[in-house]
């Protein structure tokens, strides 16, 4: 059964693309008509690109690796926020911090910083400084929260990225094709679809048509989760069980052997 369908995309307004002067030609597979000088994406090809993706994202979280959404423009900003919080994913919604991918080691430095900040301001080390010196750390501490305060638990490079307008993020789509890193993206007919793993084509500048798709998506992704956490608990109970059995095993074993060496001496 398809995670979304027709009806509700085209209700989201997700059908709607670019003026037709605008367009890539690389996107015209998945162009239904033109209208008024815009172009309408088809959305049946979207509803099964999204349940393509889905499961791709869904085997990825139920590995336990992380999935880093990225999205800046305005109106993508709360729902991607909500989207992947709600899943626990990491998230870039401010300025893409140039080379996080390429350079990652610099920019846990810089998110460890916060950390060492957070930690003598709990000690009362920063007490002893001027007003002066404390409201710069205050400002410091309070640019990284901005811009790396939702990828604080991003230890390692993500396992994929999943982008909002893939044109605007052209600069986070080439270092994770650089390195590799599949790439799940909201493609509309203005943009080139060649350097993305997942295709979703949809109006990726309506909030709801996002949310749609965004829904549709960490649903998968949580029950990814969902499902790693029972085989954890189904492992670990088969663990207990044959802890249990080898236990039990080695007692019988053991009153066996006694029941030998007593043998002998009641004949």
């Known amino acids: 059964m398809s995670r979304t369908n027709f009806d509700t995309l085209l209700e989201a307004g997700a059908h709607f693309g670019h003026l037709k002067r605008k367009w890539n030609p690389a996107m015209a597979p998945y162009i239904f008509m033109e209208k008024n000088g815009i172009h309408i994406l088809d959305l049946h090809k979207t509803v099964v690109k999204i349940d393509e993706a889905a499961e791709a ?20 900003k709360p729902v991607v926020a909500e989207k992947a919080t709600s899943v626990n994913m990491p998230y870039v919604i401010e300025r893409w911090p140039g080379g996080m991918l390429t350079n990652f080691p610099t920019i846990r430095k810089a998110v460890k910083k916060m950390a060492s900040i957070d930690k003598l301001t709990a000690d009362g080390t920063y007490s002893n400084l001027s007003k002066r010196e404390v409201l710069q750390i205050s400002r ?18 993500p396992a994929a990225l999943f982008v909002v307008d893939v044109l605007k993020e052209q600069i986070a789509v080439r270092e994770a094709n650089r390195l590799g ?4 993206g909201i493609v509309d007919t203005n943009s080139n679809p060649d350097n993305i793993d ?16 965004l829904d549709a998506c960490c649903a998968a992704i949580a029950e990814g989760i969902e499902e790693r956490k029972a085989e ?9 069980k044959g802890e249990r059995g080898t236990r039990k095993s080695a007692r019988v074993e053991d009153e066996a052997d006694e029941a030998e060496e007593e043998a002998p001496a009641e004949a």
């Open 232 to 240: 954890r608990v189904d492992a670990e109970a088969a663990g207990e």
């Open 198 to 213: 997942f295709v979703i084509p949809a109006n990726d500048d309506a909030s709801k048509s996002i949310e749609v798709i």
């Open 181 to 184: 890193i599949p790439v799940f």
């Open 57 to 76: 994202l869904k085997n990825i979280a139920k590995t336990g690796r992380k999935i880093l959404f990225v999205a800046t423009k305005k109106q993508a």
């Open 140 to 157: 410091q501490r309070a640019k990284l929260e901005k811009n790396l305060g939702s990828i604080v638990d991003l230890t390692r490079l």
